[in-house]
T-cell receptor, first 116, second 114 residues
Framework: DTGVSQDPRHKITKRGQNVTFRCDPISEHNRLYWYRQTLGQGPEFLTYFQNEAQLEKSRLLSDRFSAERPKGSFSTLEIQRTEQGDSAMYLC??????????????FGPGTRLTVT | GDSVTQMEGPVTLSEEAFLTINCTYTATGYPSLFWYVQYPGEGLQLLLKATKADDKGSNKGFEATYRKETTSFHLEKGSVQVSDSAVYFCALSWYGGSQGNLIFGKGTKLSVKP
């Protein structure tokens, strides 16, 4: 169990550019979640996948945001035409989905995005 | 909608002091309740959970009891250590249905002085 990993850990981009983040969940976990956390706030839910199916999207996830999880393994979160308001920590979490600990989510270290 | 409210921080305590961090929730029904901890420079870690009323979650000397009468899940520890300094987040979820995402409070920063 190597834990949830995210790449990159930090990203600085200019307003209007596109960015893509990657999340590798714990290998046997079939649920994967994306959250966004701003300074002084708790994480806010963006979207989640059960295997490769995207089952829920928050209204926070504007049309500029898209997420994929091909083959039910790693996931990517893309933000198009970034805005300064997108600056935040983007967190990924995974959970077993089908065990006694199915409701426990394991978080990665996050990707800190700064839009200048 | 569902929400979680935590006491505002920061909370500063001396080593070996008693800790309480208050958490209340608003939800229709009985969600699962969690405490997560974020140590400096690290990711969120699950500290403890309770899935039904009157359940007590415990881990590393921390405890929290699911109180449906007061819709609360207060975090307690009898004797804090410097190493407990972190940000603590209370959260709820509705795992089992079509959703399963966590709804977090704003977090409470704890600083423990030697």
């Amino acid at each position: 169990d190597t834990g949830v990993s995210q790449d990159p850990r930090h990203k600085i981009t200019k307003r209007g550019q596109n960015v893509t983040f990657r999340c590798d969940p714990i290998s046997e976990h079939n649920r994967l979640y994306w959250y966004r956390q701003t300074l002084g706030q708790g994480p806010e839910f963006l979207t989640y996948f059960q295997n490769e199916a995207q089952l829920e999207k928050s209204r926070l996830l504007s049309d500029r945001f898209s997420a994929e999880r091909p083959k039910g393994s790693f996931s990517t979160l893309e933000i198009q035409r970034t805005e300064q308001g997108d600056s935040a920590m983007y967190l990924c979490a995974s959970s077993p989905g089908t065990s006694g600990r199915a409701d426990e989510q394991y978080f990665g270290p996050g990707t800190r995005l700064t839009v200048t | 909608g569902d929400s979680v409210t935590q006491m505002e921080g920061p909370v500063t305590l001396s080593e070996e002091a008693f800790l309480t961090i208050n958490c209340t929730y608003t939800a229709t029904g009985y969600p699962s309740l969690f405490w997560y901890v974020q140590y400096p420079g690290e990711g969120l870690q699950l500290l403890l959970k309770a899935t039904k009323a009157d359940d007590k979650g415990s881990n590393k000397g921390f405890e929290a009891t699911y109180r449906k009468e007061t819709t609360s899940f207060h975090l307690e520890k009898g004797s804090v250590q410097v190493s407990d300094s972190a940000v603590y987040f209370c959260a709820l979820s509705w795992y089992g249905g079509s959703q399963g995402n966590l709804i977090f409070g704003k977090g409470t920063k704890l600083s423990v002085k030697p």
